[in-house]
């Protein structure tokens, strides 16, 4: 079989999977889960085939025209290099086990066919952008993503947060939708092609006559798809929708598209200057501020939504710099350990009964309930925070290696003023990271008060799947010195400034939260205990038990009932308030971006509503009503002279014979004095 061939059928193998599972979804229940982990797991090894036989040599291509357009042809083409031969492999792998996962962590639920089955096709559409060789049929992946994430963080749809947070996510990225296919037509247009290698040839020879506009335009959809600001702000509220499809959203799909769209056309930016400033600028915002965010969080997953776009932000940052084989490498090791971050937060939701931080800061013995989730996810927060052996350390010290290079000249793509911007706020993020990474642990896992409640071993599924997903989040990075020949060639090793300045803040910034911890902690008295198993009842005051969900429940439906829960009152011992001082309120409502945006664009658009609602019901239809009244006085006047009398008929008609004979007798003299 040619490598051809099986990269055609790495997307159409989780493709046809949802389409089966979809219709035997009611009539043949029993097929559901293994037509929803099979295909994936089939195209996970496919995809380990093709990217074997590419070997990070020369690019595979292969092409067919679809129908004629009559301009710019479209074609259903392969494009194969390194990045898209690697990044197939981490979608595979990871929408693997997000299915696996799922068959435990949703066993019970009703909804489990279409969810599996439309995972699947989430999958299919994110492996048709990787392995696309054509603009126009990697947006028909792009937006099937962006409809797949609509059903599947809405998937609690009995929950207000879940529509609410559904409708946002799928308005928010089609507001950067917008700006991104005008710049794919405007590429097009320049380029003469849809064809990915047309482009970078058009790129190469100087053919684009407007690289910095039609660069913008395109970012505008990246900043939207891969959750950069200012169109960053759906991504906390996704976590609204099960665990696992966090997990899929955050390391391997939607997000990730973004980043790799514009890895794959770098020469277009790196033919603006502007274009890569703005970019830089994006990055550092997006990295700095999604820290602070994250370091005020009280959900666990919100926590980890933010630390999603910050490790997006660095990705941005290596490519603002003009190296995308940095910004992909950490693709990669982010990829690995978000994911076992947001699976093993679905363990842990599962075990405390609710995803309130503070919650969990009241229970203690959660880490003998849950063993598995507790060393694996210390594994993916060390990993985050991007302390030597673990993947993030090596990954993040691409970035900052690369960003370095081109604040000192040494690499010219890029303005040095962007280098030095990537290079200053990705330090200052290492610091932040470590410090909330730190917190999370701190607050989930070191809790004082009543023993958390027994909700029984979690299914073999999900365990296996954090032990499988911690060893790439403690290994990957030793592939660094492998995966440079798949890439541009750029070494993808640590330096020795970089790594000591990095892993130095990072330890700083663990150790001051760490420290602040325990002094608050030794200022604050313990929450009263509970008997072992029992429910806690919330009591007055900051030191309350915390409300639990249903702790018979299977995880699925505890993660649902916790979102109706109430958050208890805020710990005193949290050392993300004592940090941030008074930023806490304003980077715990995400720096109020979100009243931001409904000042600027919902209010304004429900007033022009209201105005078109307006002069559609008070101008409009008085004219419509005006006509119709009209025709109804006519017919009643008409009504009124059909009498039936002969001799009123007669009288008319005499009536009018004199009144034409006046007239025209009027008219007669009036022409003769002319």
């Keep these: 079989m040619t490598t051809t061939t099986l990269a055609v059928l790495v997307p159409l193998l989780p493709l046809l999977g949802s389409a089966a599972g979809l219709f035997l979804g009611r009539t043949a229940p029993g097929f559901v889960r293994p037509l929803a982990v099979l295909p994936t797991l089939a195209a996970a090894v496919l995809a380990v085939l093709v990217a074997a036989r590419q070997g990070g040599g020369k690019a595979v291509d292969a092409a067919t025209q679809l129908t004629p357009t009559g301009s710019v042809p479209i074609d259903l083409a392969l494009h194969i290099d390194g ?46 952008v990787v392995y696309s060789g054509d603009l126009m049929v990697l947006l028909v992946g792009w937006e099937i993503m962006g409809i797949c994430s609509y059903f599947l963080v809405g998937h609690y749809w009995e929950t207000p947060e879940a529509r609410s947070a559904s409708l946002k996510a799928f308005l928010v990225t089609k507001l950067g939708d917008v700006p991104f296919l005008i710049g794919l037509f405007a590429l097009a247009a320049d380029a003469g092609t849809f064809r990915i290698t047309g482009v970078l040839g058009a790129v190469a020879s100087g053919a684009l006559d407007h690289p910095t506009l039609v660069a913008l335009l395109l970012l505008a959809g990246v900043a939207g798809k ?132 503070t919650a969990m800061s009241r229970m203690s013995g ?92 979690q299914p073999i599924a999900m365990t296996t799947v954090l032990w499988v997903l911690a060893v790439p989040s403690l290994g990957f990075g030793l592939t660094a010195a492998y995966l440079d020949d798949w890439f541009d060639g750029n070494a993808l090793t640590p330096t020795v400034t970089t790594a000591v300045l990095g892993t130095g803040l990072a330890v700083v910034g663990a150790a001051v939260t760490y420290a602040v911890r325990r002094t608050l902690l030794a200022r604050t008295a313990p929450p009263p205990a509970a008997p072992v198993g029992a429910t806690p009842v919330p009591a007055a005051g900051p030191a309350a038990a915390p409300t639990v969900a249903h702790p018979d429940a299977d995880a699925g439906q505890v993660e649902a009932e916790a979102l109706d829960l109430p958050h208890p009152a805020t ?92 007239v025209a007798v009027v008219l007669a003299n009036v022409a003769a004095g002319a």
């Design 83 to 128: 990045f898209a031969a690697v990044v197939a492999v981490l979608v595979g792998v990871v929408a693997t086990c997000v299915q696996i996962y799922s068959t435990g962590y949703l066993r019970d639920d009703p909804r489990y066919p279409s969810y599996a089955a439309l995972v699947s096709l989430f999958t299919a559409a994110m492996l048709l």
């Design 226 to 357: 891969s959750a950069q600001f200012p169109l960053h702000t759906w991504l906390p509220d996704a976590m609204a929708g099960p665990t696992p499809v966090s997990a899929l959203i955050h390391a391997a799909t939607m997000v990730a598209a973004g980043i790799y769209f514009v890895a794959r056309l770098l020469p277009v930016f790196a033919a603006s200057a502007a274009a890569l400033t703005v970019l830089a600028v994006m990055a550092a915002l997006t990295m700095v501020g999604s820290a602070l965010a994250a370091l005020a969080q009280d959900d666990i997953k919100r926590v980890l939504a933010y630390s999603t776009i910050g490790q997006l932000g660095y990705m941005s940052g290596a490519l603002a710099v003009g190296d995308r084989g940095a910004a992909v490498f950490h693709l990669l090791s982010h990829g690995a350990f978000k994911a076992l971050l947001f699976l093993a937060a679905g363990a842990v939701i599962h075990a405390a009964g609710t995803n309130s931080l």
């Design 366 to 457: 959660l880490t003998r309930r849950i063993p598995d989730a507790y060393w694996t996810m210390t594994v993916g927060l060390l990993a985050l925070a991007a302390i030597p052996p673990f993947a993030g350390f090596f990954s993040k010290e691409a970035v900052l290696v690369a960003a370095e290079h081109t604040a000192t000249g040494d690499h010219t793509v890029a303005p040095a003023g962007a280098g030095w911007i990537v290079l200053v706020s990705g330090l200052l993020t290492a610091l932040l990271t470590a410090a909330y990474a730190t917190r999370l642990w701190l607050l989930a896992f070191r809790g004082r008060g009543a023993e958390a409640p027994a909700h029984g071993r």
């Design 571 to 662: 710990d005193p011992a949290d050392p993300g308030r004592a940090l941030l001082g008074p930023l806490h309120r304003p980077a715990a409502d995400g720096f109020r971006l979100d009243a931001v945006y409904r000042a600027a664009f919902v209010r304004p658009v429900l007033a022009a509503a209201s105005l078109v609602r307006f002069l559609d019901r008070e101008v409009v239809d008085t004219y419509v009503r005006g006509a119709g009244d009209g025709a109804k006085g006519l017919g009643w006047l008409v009504r009124r002279a059909q009498t039936g009398n002969v001799q009123t008929y007669l009288s008319a008609l005499l009536a009018g014979s004199v009144v034409l004979a006046i």
